[in-house]
């Protein structure tokens, strides 16, 4: 198209006019494939890169798409070797695959020779292979299959795994229907991932992820592992089970910091898996070599004979239970999130050990189809007074962020905002504890962080939830699996940092869909000419790359 809105560039990164009038079909078509880098006021920045295409290719998408996506949209003709490199890099999954052979059991075949000649030499991959069954065949001891499928996406040759699961224990689940039915994009969730056996599922918040969760259980009918955020994440999911399916209390369990129990469905959360057994005398310190049974609490993956286990907020899994994973691969494992963004890089592991994107909705197609509430995004930036920024500059640059996301201004702005939308659930969320013990007293509202007991955080978020309270300050602890259906206006003050992940949750919070129909508000009050503005322009491109565009304001116009 001689006035498309993409410019392809040979060194893999697309530019994309954002005030053309294809910009958005532009952008909901490159989503599966490419990444978002950049996204300034005019420009955005997306690049592609092998995982990726990979997870493009595991959801369905072929080269060819891919292709036709670029040449369709790009103003200029599409460097030739670009399109060679997407072809050639799609075509690498697969080209090995993990079979359950009747003779010799699990075996790595591949369909070219001398691919599985390349692995061999390796010294990432040669010590996990064993003996050969003929040139394009080795036999994989079953203990390996995690811990290769993570070495050799590292190699650039991700496998492809069908050597099939293990049923697990039968337990029959049934939806309860009657009052409810899943939305089709949920229905397609759920077959995706049934049919491929693991993978991962993304959805934006509060478009349902828990019942795609729920009725993967129920098409499968066996005893299911739940790995949760929190308690009250757990909570929220026991509910949830009570409500649309067929099991009772007793067929439940919890298995927390307060709780342990194991039953046909046990919901842990990630916290007490990956508590760590005091050490007695005599055993390594830190800097030693850790006690084989450091984790005592990992041995719940062994304690019933699950047929699936289910990864809630799977961008969170903590590196020890990413470990336990690499030995569950006969195990069916369901990730579900709204962002596969890890802030450390680890993507790839999600994609070898818990599998590839097997389902993926744009978060404005679910908007559009009034799923979720639309939503606006402002940032709202003031000035630091020149005492204020004096500290700053003389600050530590460890401690220039923490000076200016906790900027004094910022009470005050947070003041106008929650009197503009007076009436309104309000969440006021932020990271410096200190920062939101002032708010909530200056708001005449109560505060939730991670030292508020489990049952009083309960008791608020129901108050919340039937208006009882109209403002509520939370800390990082409400940024995953709370379910605030009437939540209509969220105020950011403070973060962890650039992380895109926890701005798309905190957005997620204010996205289901509202009683009166209206829409959601969400801001974002930051303090100009300084890192905390660095920093909110990279937490915001995961958003910017689903549609959603900041209004910036300056706090002296509100």
């Known amino acids: 198209m001689p006035d498309g809105p993409l410019i392809v560039q040979s060194d893999s990164t697309l530019l994309l006019e954002v005030?053309?009038?294809?910009?958005?079909?532009?952008?909901?078509?490159?989503?599966?494939?490419?990444?978002?880098?950049?996204?300034p006021e005019h420009v955005h920045t997306y690049r592609v890169t092998p995982l990726g295409l990979w997870n493009a290719q595991a959801a369905g998408h072929d080269a060819q798409s891919v292709v036709d996506t670029l040449v369709r949209y790009s103003r200029y003709p599409v460097p030739h070797a670009l399109l060679v490199q997407v072809a050639d890099t799609m075509s690498r999954y697969g080209r090995l695959q993990l079979l359950d052979d009747p003779e010799h059991g699990l075996v790595l075949r591949a369909a070219d020779a001398a691919v599985l000649a390349e692995v061999a030499t390796s010294r990432r991959t040669s010590a996990m292979l064993g003996e050969r069954v003929d040139e394009a065949t080795v036999v994989i001891h079953p203990s390996q299959r995690g811990h290769l499928k993570q070495a050799l996406v590292t190699l650039g040759w991700p496998a492809e795994d069908l050597a099939g699961y293990v049923d697990g224990q039968t337990h029959p689940i049934a939806?309860?229907?009657?009052?409810?039915?899943?939305?089709?994009?949920?229905?397609?969730?759920?077959?995706?991932?049934?049919?491929?056996?693991?993978?991962?599922?993304?959805?934006?918040?509060?478009?349902?992820?828990?019942?795609?969760?729920?009725?993967?259980?129920?098409?499968?009918?066996?005893?299911?592992?739940?790995?949760?955020?929190?308690?009250?994440?757990a909570r929220q999911w026991r509910d949830e089970l009570l409500a649309r399916t067929s099991l009772?209390?007793?067929?439940?369990?919890?298995?927390?910091?307060?709780?342990?129990?194991?039953?046909?469905?046990?919901?842990a959360t990630y916290q007490v898996l990956i508590a760590r057994r005091r050490r007695t005398r005599g055993e390594p310190g830190p800097a030693g070599?850790?006690?084989?049974?450091?984790?005592?609490?990992?041995?719940?993956?062994?304690?019933?004979?699950?047929?699936?286990?289910?990864?809630?907020?799977?961008?969170?899994?903590?590196?020890?239970?990413?470990?336990?994973?690499?030995?569950?691969?006969?195990?069916?494992?369901?990730?579900?999130?709204a962002t596969l963004v890890r802030e450390d890089g680890r993507e790839g592991e999600v994609f070898s050990l818990i599998g590839p994107k097997r389902f993926d909705a744009p978060w404005?197609?679910?908007?559009?189809?009034?799923?979720?509430?639309?939503?606006?995004?402002?940032?709202?930036?003031?000035?630091?007074?020149?005492?204020?920024?004096?500290?700053?500059?003389v600050a530590d640059p460890r401690e220039q962020y923490r000076v200016a996301a906790t900027a004094p201004a910022k009470l005050a702005v947070v003041e106008r905002l929650v009197a503009a939308h007076a009436g309104a659930s309000t969440l006021v969320i932020g990271q410096y504890l200190d920062q939101l013990h002032t708010l909530a007293e200056r708001l005449d509202a109560p505060v939730i962080t991670g030292a508020t007991p489990v049952a009083e955080r309960e008791r608020l978020y129901a108050a919340f939830r039937c208006g009882d309270i109209g403002v509520?300050?939370?800390?990082?602890?409400?940024?995953?699996?709370?379910?605030?259906?009437?939540?209509?206006?969220?105020?950011?003050?403070?973060?962890?940092?650039?992380?895109r992940q926890e701005e798309a949750q905190r957005l997620g919070r204010i996205l289901r869909p509202k009683a009166d129909g209206g829409a959601a508000t969400f801001y974002t009050v930051v303090t100009g000419d300084t890192i905390d503005t660095e920093y909110a322009c990279h937490r915001q491109r995961f958003l910017a790359e689903q549609g959603y565009a900041y209004t910036i304001t300056d706090a002296d116009n509100l």
């Open 19 to 39: 005030a053309h009038a294809q910009a958005d079909e532009c952008r909901r078509d490159v989503a599966p494939f490419a990444e978002l880098e950049r996204a």
């Open 175 to 233: 939806l309860r229907t009657d009052a409810w039915a899943l939305r089709p994009y949920q229905t397609q969730a759920v077959e995706s991932f049934f049919h491929a056996g693991s993978g991962v599922v993304v959805l934006p918040c509060g478009a349902g992820k828990t019942l795609v969760g729920t009725a993967a259980m129920a098409r499968l009918g066996t005893t299911t592992l739940v790995l949760v955020t929190n308690t009250v994440a």
């Open 248 to 267: 009772e209390p007793d067929e439940i369990g919890e298995y927390s910091g307060q709780r342990k129990q194991v039953r046909p469905v046990t919901i």
């Open 289 to 337: 070599q850790a006690p084989a049974d450091a984790y005592p609490h990992m041995e719940l993956f062994d304690a019933g004979n699950w047929g699936l286990i289910i990864y809630d907020e799977v961008h969170l899994l903590p590196a020890p239970v990413f470990r336990m994973t690499a030995d569950l691969q006969a195990r069916r494992r369901l990730g579900l999130t």
């Open 364 to 393: 404005k197609d679910i908007e559009a189809q009034g799923y979720i509430a639309p939503a606006t995004c402002v940032e709202v930036r003031l000035s630091l007074p020149e005492d204020e920024r004096m500290a700053y500059a």
């Open 472 to 499: 509520l300050v939370v800390s990082k602890v409400a940024n995953f699996s709370v379910d605030l259906p009437e939540a209509s206006v969220a105020i950011q003050v403070s973060g962890t940092f650039g992380s």
